[in-house]
């Protein structure tokens, strides 16, 4: 799933400030940077999920017979390749 660099920044203040609600979480950055740590770990993982997504759709597309988008076979081949994939990045 795409987001915008203004989600990402959103979901990383809002991690950021629920984690500095907690009286046993003690940072030890400033509230700025570890703000903009979370954002690259999340635009990180993004990017990952984005790879792991493509990598699934080009294995059903390399079927010797087509297989619609949306139907059940299809369904099940992309979540049996997307686990794959996670598996190899030990996920």
């Known amino acids: ?3 915008s660099r203004e989600k990402v920044n959103q979901l990383a203040h809002v991690i950021t400030s629920e984690l500095a609600g ?3 979480v003690v940072f030890r ?4 940077d570890l703000r903009l740590l979370i954002r690259q770990q999340l635009e990180h993982l993004l990017h990952a999920e ?5 990598e699934a759709r080009a ?3 390399s ?5 619609l988008e ?13 686990q794959e994939a996670l598996k ?3 996920v």
């Not at 950055?29 to 700025?32: C, S």
């Open 1 to 3: 799933m795409r987001l």
């Open 22 to 24: 907690h009286p046993e």
């Open 29 to 32: 950055l400033e509230r700025n």
């Open 50 to 54: 984005e790879k792991i997504d493509a």
């Open 59 to 61: 294995k059903i597309a």
């Open 63 to 67: 079927q010797k017979r087509e297989i």
């Open 70 to 82: 949306g139907s059940q076979e299809w369904d099940l081949l992309y979540r049996r390749h997307y």
């Open 88 to 90: 190899k990045l030990g």
